[in-house]
């Protein structure tokens, strides 16, 4: 399943099925990137990082891509499990912004068994 | 265990009261955030602190205020002058501001004005 970004909030995956979920960013100036996972009621979990000297990092079953070129990021989820349900929010840093993070709007992520 | 700790987990205020949520960290972090969360939305950044005795005001600060007397500690205080203030709050603290790492967050205040 795949999202594409702002327009598609909400994103349904079948358990086992591969998940993307996309985010477009705001500033070109900004150069290091993080994907939050955020299950209901809590705050936010690291999920993986990204710097913008790179166009991808895998960690796992999560895959992050960066393409600079067109400010868009994306998060890959192998074999989506019932427990990757929850919002997942992109968060941008400028280096000379003090360290603060600009988040998306976040994208909910269903899955079904 | 180390972390962040906010508390309490929910909070209710009277109209034209002034209350505030603590944030504690023991992660020995220099900079410290407060967001707010609105149902379904993202977060924005209210205020930050990057060392102690020093704080800045993020995209969203009226009607907010803060303090940063000790490393470990960022309090915040939503005041009357906040219009809306019922939402989901969040404290950060991350290792080096200004040089990208993450931050890692509480588990949030729920406040509602009743």
């Known amino acids: 399943g795949e999202n594409v970004g702002l327009h598609l909030p909400t994103l349904s995956v079948q358990e086992g099925d591969n998940s993307i979920i996309n985010c477009a960013y705001s500033?070109?100036?900004?150069?290091?990137f993080i994907w939050y996972k955020q299950e209901s009621g809590k705050g936010p979990q690291f999920i993986i990082d990204?710097?913008?000297?790179?166009d991808k990092r895998q960690g796992q079953r999560v895959t992050v891509l960066l393409n600079k070129t067109v400010k868009h990021l994306s998060l890959q989820i192998a074999a989506t499990q019932p427990g990757d349900s929850a919002v997942y929010f992109c968060a941008e840093n400028k280096n000379n912004q003090g360290g603060k993070l600009i988040f998306g709007q976040g994208t909910e992520l269903s899955v079904k068994p | 265990d180390g972390g962040i700790t906010q508390s309490p987990k929910y909070l209710f205020r009277k109209e034209g009261q002034n209350v505030t949520l603590s944030c504690e960290q023991n992660?020995?972090?220099?900079?410290m955030y407060w967001y707010r969360q609105d149902p379904g939305q993202g977060l924005r950044l209210i205020y930050y602190?990057?060392?102690?005795?020093?704080?800045q005001k993020g995209d969203i600060a009226e009607g907010y205020s803060v303090s940063r007397e000790k490393k470990e500690s960022f309090p915040l205080t939503v005041t009357s002058a906040q219009k809306n203030p019922t939402a989901f709050y969040l404290c950060?603290?991350?290792?080096?501001?200004?040089?990208?790492?993450?931050?890692?967050f509480g588990q949030g205040t729920r406040l509602t004005v009743v």
């Open positions: 950060a603290s991350s290792i080096f501001p200004g040089t990208g790492t993450e931050a890692f």
């Open positions: 602190s990057q060392i102690v005795n020093d704080f």
């Open positions: 992660l020995n972090h220099d900079a």
């Open positions: 500033n070109s100036a900004s150069d290091y």
């Open positions: 990204i710097r913008s000297n790179m």
